[in-house]
């Protein structure tokens, strides 16, 4: 009797945790899979903040952890790591956030969790890249026993990476254009609504930041050098959208 109990434990234990599913996303949906390496070019937070969302597609709550894997060519002290309500100024390598004894991150069934969860690498490096944080995120139970398939994934900073940007221009839903792509004295910027602007160099300093109205704008960079440079839009729902360009 004991063992024909112990049998239906099992499968119900087997069924249940079975099923959980563990899945992360960027902000705007895009699925992080295993194994994804998402890169950035820059160090400005505007630029190379992940957000991202944790998500659980079973019909039963789970608990949630991550893990630093590993760091290569950095070590974690200028890598801002935040969730739930906390957000840490470093990362260690090895560590489990939330600690083990702490609450885990709670995903209710059929759910995700999103708000305040962010990462952002602030490290310029000492010349050799890419710098690489490799963060696992997995499943625990009540005795923070590993259970499921976790997702593994690296956040990269590489500033010779060379990042292909959202084209605004073949965007129907875009709410501003930049008609050329290579400027020598203003960018033109057509939008339809008010935003805000920020120049960044390729290597996240800020050049020129400002205000644009709704309808056609210009943007002054006739004293600036020549070179590549990121304008960064953002309206006032917090969308944002991101173009490369050339100063000739």
């Not at 070019?41 to 709550?61: G, M, R, W």
């Not at 254009?177 to 160099?201: C, F, G, H, P, Q």
């Amino acid at each position: 009797m004991k063992n024909i109990n112990y049998i239906i434990f099992l499968l119900v234990f087997i069924s249940f945790y079975g099923k959980a599913q563990l899945a992360l996303a960027k902000e705007d949906g895009t699925p992080i899979n295993d194994g994804s390496v998402i890169t950035y070019n820059s160090v400005d937070e505007n630029l190379a903040t992940l957000h991202y969302k944790i998500k659980n597609t079973s019909s039963s709550p789970v608990n949630v952890r991550s893990k630093v894997m590993n760091i290569i060519n950095a070590d974690g002290s200028n890598f801002q790591f935040c969730y739930q309500n906390t957000c840490l100024p470093f990362i260690i390598l090895g560590a489990v956030y939330p600690g083990n004894s702490k609450p885990a991150i709670n995903v209710p069934a059929n759910s995700e969790v999103s708000g305040g969860y962010t990462m952002w690498n602030k490290d310029t490096g000492s010349g050799t890249f890419p710098m690489d944080y490799i963060i696992k995120y997995y499943l625990v139970d009540n005795f923070n026993n590993e259970y499921g398939t976790p997702v593994t994934f690296t956040y990269r900073y590489n500033p010779n990476a060379t990042l292909g940007v959202h084209d605004m221009t073949k965007s129907k839903t875009s709410f501003a254009e930049i008609n050329a792509t290579r400027v020598k004295s203003v960018i033109n910027i057509t939008s339809k609504e008010d935003l805000s602007y920020i120049l960044y160099t390729t290597d996240g300093r800020t050049a020129l930041a400002g205000n644009l109205k709704n309808g056609k704008n210009v943007i002054d960079v006739s004293r600036l050098q020549q070179g590549n440079y990121i304008v960064f839009l953002k309206n006032n729902r917090g969308e944002a959208l991101s173009k490369k360009i050339v100063k000739e």
